[in-house]
């Protein structure tokens, strides 16, 4: 019995109350959430989104700073056999969060009653550093397995914001007929 336990972990291995405090909200009230306007949901999702990829922005950047880290020293044979990264798929992830984004925005201008004249704001994929006096504030840099965890907990609640963004874009829907 005890053997399974270790497998399976045990009631710490999901803990929910594992949070950041600079990362949107996941609930709302019911009655705060139905008195809201159209536009003023998408625009509080588009808002949240930017949180989200920034966020995964610079811990992506930290994870890459780390594994560059420690990959000094070590043998060249094995520094060009690198697997895909966790790197790699938060870049991923932020690219269809761009694309989403991009989405959202243009739900938003379409409620409005305006036309998209152009590519709407969104964040853009580079090569340059995240460069906000913010950004170290948002996710002090850390011990290699605390910045894991924290990558985690950033897509935990992205994950957990996404099914709520699937409801409200459900709703649009329906009254909308989208």
Known sequence: MAENKEQLGDRYFEDRDLTLPTLPSISTKFSDWQAME?????????????IFWTHLDVKRRQLETEHQRQRVGKDSFLQGQRAPSIEKAMLSVQMDLRDLI???SAQLHRL????????TPSPVL????????????LLPTQKLWSSRLQGYVILRDLGRYM???VREFILLATKHHV
Do not use: W
């Open 163 to 165: 099914e709520k963004l």
């Open 126 to 137: 580079d090569s340059t550093p995240l460069e906000t006096s913010s950004s170290s504030l």
């Open 112 to 119: 409005n009653g305006t036309s998209v004249s152009g590519p």
């Open 38 to 50: 159209d536009r003023d949901r998408l625009s509080q999702a588009s808002h949240n989104l930017h």
């Open 102 to 104: 991009e989405h959202v």
